[in-house]
């Protein structure tokens, strides 16, 4: 296979599709092509549909299907009309299959299975591709005996070459000789999924099939039915509407090693990284930047995305998936989210007893840290301990007997505070640190395992008036031994 650089065109109005397949969850990267594959057709106003490929029986469940459109919904990828389930078109696959065999475009393979094996042990042990040899190709269904089951294979052109002009790979082509006459329908009747796919995206209308670029070898033998039912293998066009489609084949994606993304870098669903605490607006930017840029810009809004979103910006290579980057776009999101929202998404992580109101209130010191929502709970779970609070064990070393004396003095100086503000409180704190000849982090380090049971947590004046001074005075006195 050769490759040069060129981009397809295409002036009808755009008609994408994602397609993924519910045998499992929705994996980042399939994630990625649909995105790219909705906001390519939301950049030039045009339709982006929904096609589950759910035709592997066994393995397809309808909690997978659930998964699917819940990760798509979450990412807030609307698409165009009713999803089309694959499964229940095979009338129609049959149909192309039946009207390509009729039109001499395919044929009948009575070949058995033990035959087809003999065959590729024979090409092995010759050192030759194992492909179909076309042994029926030219015979007479007569042949072979009266109702033996056959396949359907299509007639691939047998010289020359089948040229792609991918809006992402550029001018690539493949020597005929290398695509076999591949299996239309199978012996029960049923579709494969090279005749399934492009029955329904020609049905469907689409123009623009993005999808990764494990596919590509597929697209020379889908493009072999579009060209036999257009015409352009020869002969008549058997249907109308079945003109090609741009193919735009993205790169996939690596961890960062450079290997293929894979369970051993970490998450691979969408649900994944939501249960990490992941906002879904981080995710649908940091899979925009994948692989695609816009200068040196790294945050856009959806709005942005949209407008400036084009398939020629998509670098040829693989992409590096990077958790730390994830992260730290996380924390810029939460930083810049709603804390109302904020407060929605993190009080069932914490639990029933969960304070929204107290948690908005929180939620702007709260947030300043935070890289994920996990992490957010956690910083605010000390709001709704209760007392006498577990602590630590960093936390409980700092209260041994000078702590706990510290501790006793601090209660005595804050019982006696009538303006309970942040102000008020530091202005006091850093005083008494002055007198007893401290640094205030002397005075904060027990105060704060005291407050929360934890070395770390939100600065500590913002501790005291979130808690409040009756809340705060009282768990000051339970480990000071009052």
Known sequence: MASSSGNGSDQRPVVTRFAPSPTGFLHIGNARTGLFSWLY????????????????????????????????????????????????????????????????????????????AEMREQQKAAKQPMRYDGRWRDRDPSEAAEGAPFT????????????????VQGRVKVDNREIDDFILLRADGSPTYMLAVVVDDMDMGCTHIIRGDDHLNNAFRQIQVIRAMNGAN??????????????????????????KLSKRHGALGVRDYREMGILPETLFNYLLRLGWGHGDQEEFSRDEAIALFDIDAVNKGPSRFDMKKLLNMNGNYIRAADDARLAGMVAPLIGPDA?????????????????????????????????PLDLTEKAAGLLDEDGRQLLAAIFERLQAETDWTIEALEANLNAYAQELELGLGKLAQPLRAALTGQTTSPGIFDVLVLLGREESLARINDQAGG
């Open 355 to 387: 304070d929204k109101a107290l948690l908005t209130q929180a939620m702007p010191v709260l947030k300043t840290r935070a890289r994920d929502l996990n992490e957010l709970a956690e910083g605010a779970s000390f709001l709704f301990k209760t007392r």
């Open 234 to 259: 020869g002969g008549q066009a058997i249907e109308d509407g079945w003109e090609e489609p741009t193919y735009a084949h993205v790169p996939l994606i690596h961890g960062n090693d450079g290997a």
């Open 152 to 167: 359907v294979r299509i007639k691939t052109p047998e010289g020359g070459e089948t040229v792609i002009n991918d809006a």
């Open 41 to 116: 057709a939301r950049h030039y106003g045009g339709k982006a549909l929904l096609r589950i490929e759910d035709t592997d029986k066994k393995r397809s469940t309808q909690e997978a299907i659930d998964v699917i459109l819940d990760g798509l919904d979450w990412l807030g990828l609307e698409f165009d009309g009713d999803a089309v389930y694959q499964s229940q078109r095979a009338d129609r696959h049959a149909e192309v299959a039946m009207k390509l065999l009729e039109a001499g475009h395919a044929y009948k393979c009575f070949a058995s299975s033990e035959e087809l």
